[in-house]
């Protein structure tokens, strides 16, 4: 019972949604254009007047109605022209039908432009959002030209199923599409803004150019975010971004990276946790991550530990490391596990006043890896540091 | 020069279409802490501490230097304040009649209110960070000013020009920089005083660079290879030459393996290298991989040939949506460094440590989410160990509010400073409109540090924080923050 009360619901509000009922008039108006002459011939109306309908609904022969033509341009991106159609296609019967009823009804069940038949004409044969990129501009204009569409309507575009695929965001998703179709198919849609929303931190791919400008389409907000940045992709990103960091700048431009790759020492948690300065000795000491990539030693760990005064002085001072009664003697293995960390609080004439061949202790510095003929050539200056013009030949 | 100005003002095309984009970026903090103090007391005034080793009459733990007549100690130094402002401004600017010519500009201005010099990287107060004219089109882009370019060798700055052509088919590119080079990890030259805060030895010259890269992008994977020298142009000797290359290869969807070296020539020696595989789906993101990290340092510092050692990892990490709502996650890396070959029985020192993290973030309604963490770490010079939580409310609307506290023992291996912090804070954030963002935020930090002697001295402190944010361009797309960055996910839930 209730399924049967809900179905003649939805019937009723689908006829009424239809307005006119041309089904019902079907013996009356054997001829379309004769209340839709603008369909058929250049300057009549399209729509039919009031008083014609009042003909017969004037309270006696028929209930009265109200209806009103159209007065205001329907909102809309399509290019159809009935008229270049009724010229086009004259000698096909009931033309009419052939775009305003399903296949197979009768002539008079007519309803909104039935896409499918659109498509079917003119040899497309999937679905209508799934037509191929040259398609779209055999029926529809250019955003820019559909003056009337407000934003609302464009926000209410239906994506294309192509636009779904987790390789659309890519080079060879979009961006091989838009080489090829963007004038004729992406510009349906979209404008330039539409693109600047994501090409944002270079210069625009060249065929975002062949794009009109138009504000209405940030209507259409990029939301997807490209397949690889799945979940921590934060903690993966580095390896990615160094591989081919033009990819991403596709999409970001360096204010987003320095949101949390801050190179300066008045920044707060961004990339590092939550209280990371009170546990940055643990991930310092064993680099957790590459701190100079993006901290100067000098500029931001020795000021600050100098403020804190954490740092020799200028002379190596005894005292500070204080759990290992001879650490001064035996920190070799500390240095040189944690070379950053010491060089963040002591500067090399700490270390040359017993590393160094002249006037210091002579302790031998050197240790696994050095290879003393390489750096002679590469830097001999550096050798003379320690060892004045009387650099050791091996 | 007045002629050649007013020429080529006159020749100039017509500024059609100009756009423009600018974000600025202000944060002022309030802070006060206070640091260690070096002093010391003539040998004949020492006492026996109450550990039997030799203190300061009134209880701080001295070191005698032998033969010297005095001894030393840190004592606590007094609280400094500081007022930090820091503003960053990011400007690009096209449409100068020229099709894919644009101008780009960064710079940071950086104050500290008190003049008490408490707070650092506010010298010099204003730095130019980019700054360079750009050409670019489907085939090549062109740059000529101060740049960085970012790469596996790490962020390269340098005043001078580069030149990238690419066969976006193919996905080839090349690249080729050339200048003068800044310091690493700051926008600022080698011989800046600003780097050089406890006067260490320092280049006269900048060094000049030379840098070229080469790869190639396709939808299973990306190669890339980059070589950068760094000279001395007063001695003509190498400042630094490395090479390195990076991988990335997509097998199958949701699946990669990333992996990268870098090689220093004028050491001789393998720097930094990794190999991970990763899987990322919508349930299940994880990662494996083993990595080795040895630092870099210049030829122009002695530190190179102090043969600093690597060390080897493995590590992984997963994350897990349970459910919709909840997000659990975990990470652990076991590292080990190679043998220095300088181990003496005088002093013992960790060869070898590790690192752990869980986690759970549950997002139980749309607006609200809880965070908690716990973390454990130990390995060479020092350890932590800590718990974390937060809760925000981000409805949706202009503006979230985040309210965080956190616990953290931090022991040290080469100094007695056992500690316990507890922190707690709240950050605020409202947007009253697109582009414009203000942020607030408070954090308390409450040490109770845990020493036999007088040292053991308070550092809590409050920071306080405020930030601006002000993004404007010439059309209304220009007044959002690319959707990008608004997608990216933040907090530690995401990490």
Known sequence: MIAVASLAIVVLLQVRAQGFDHLQHKALFPICASCHPGAARKGEALWPEPTSCAACHDGTIEKTVVWRPRTIARRTNLRFDHVQHATAAKDKPALCAGCHTELGEPRMAVRGTVVQRCLDCHGVRVAHLAAPDSACGTCHVPLVRAAALTRGDVARFRAPPSHANPNFLSRSGHGAVSRETMGASCATCHAREFCYQCHAGTAPPRAVAWLSSDPRSTAIAARAAPASHGDNFADRHGTEAAASSTRCAGCHIRADCLECHRPNAASGAGYHPDGFLARHPAAAYAREASCSDCHNVGAFCTTCHTRAGLVAGGVLRSGYHDTRQFFLAGHGQAARQGLESCVSCHAERDCLTCHSALGGRRFNPHGPGFDPGRLRRKNFEMCTVCHGAAVPQR | ?495
């Open chain 2, 1 to 495: 020069m007045k002629r050649l100005i007013l020429a080529a003002l006159l020749l100039a095309p017509p500024l059609a279409a100009q756009g423009y984009r600018l974000r600025v970026d202000g944060r002022f903090q309030a802070i006060g802490y206070r640091g260690l103090q070096l002093d010391s007391i003539p040998v004949t005034d020492i006492v026996t501490g109450p550990g039997g080793g030799p203190a300061t009459p009134d209880g701080f733990a001295v070191r005698c230097p032998s033969g010297a007549p005095y001894c030393l100690y840190f004592r606590p130094g007094p609280v400094r304040h500081g007022a930090p402002f820091v503003a960053t401004g990011d400007l690009a600017l096209w449409g100068l009649g020229v099709r894919g010519v644009s101008v780009h500009a960064t710079a940071r201005a950086a104050l500290d209110f008190t003049g008490a010099d408490a707070w650092p990287g506010t010298d010099p107060a204003l730095q130019l960070i980019n700054g360079y004219v750009e050409y670019s089109s489907e085939r090549a882009t062109a740059r000529a000013g101060r740049q960085q370019h970012t790469n596996r060798l790490g962020t390269i700055g340098f005043d001078g020009a580069g030149l990238t052509i690419r066969d976006g088919r193919r996905g080839l590119e090349a690249s080729l920089y050339g200048g003068w080079g800044l310091a690493r990890g700051v926008a600022l030259p080698v011989t800046s005083p600003a780097l050089n805060p406890i006067d260490d030895f320092q280049p006269r010259r900048r060094q000049l660079i030379l840098g070229m890269s080469a790869g190639w992008s396709g939808s299973r994977g990306d190669l890339h290879a980059d070589y950068l020298r760094e000279v001395d142009p007063r001695s003509d000797y190498f400042v630094s030459e490395r090479v390195g290359v990076t991988a990335v290869v997509r097998p199958a969807p949701a699946w990669s393996l990333t992996g990268g070296a870098d090689y220093d020539l004028a050491a001789g020696w393998w720097g930094s290298a990794e190999a991970t595989v990763g899987y990322a789906a919508r349930v299940v993101t994880a990662s494996l991989g083993a990595r080795r990290y040895r630092p870099h340092f210049d030829l122009w510092t002695i530190w190179g040939a102090f043969s600093p050692v690597p060390y080897r990892a493995i590590q992984a990490q997963v994350s897990v949506r349970a459910m919709p709502q909840v997000q659990l996650r975990a990470r652990g890396e076991r590292y080990r460094f190679d043998d220095a070959e300088a181990e003496t029985p005088l002093v013992d020192v960790e060869q070898s440590g590790w690192r752990g993290e869980l986690g759970a973030t549950a997002s139980p309604a749309p607006s609200w989410t809880f965070d908690a963490g716990y973390h454990r770490e130990f390995g060479p010079g020092a350890a932590s160990v800590g718990t974390s939580a937060s809760v925000t409310y981000a409805p949706e609307g202009p503006y979230a509010v985040t309210v965080h506290g956190a616990s953290l023992d931090r022991p040290l291996e080469f100094r007695f400073s056992e500690s316990v912090l507890h922190l707690y804070g709240m950050d605020a954030r409202v947007e009253p409109r697109q582009g414009l963002r203000f942020e607030l935020g408070a954090v308390r930090y409450a040490e109770d540090r845990r020493r036999p002697d007088p040292a053991a001295m308070d550092w809590g402190q409050w920071r306080v924080t405020l930030r601006a944010i002000l993004a404007i361009g010439s059309s209304d797309d220009l007044l959002r923050l690319p959707p990008a960055r608004r997608r990216m996910p933040g907090g530690r839930a995401a990490r």
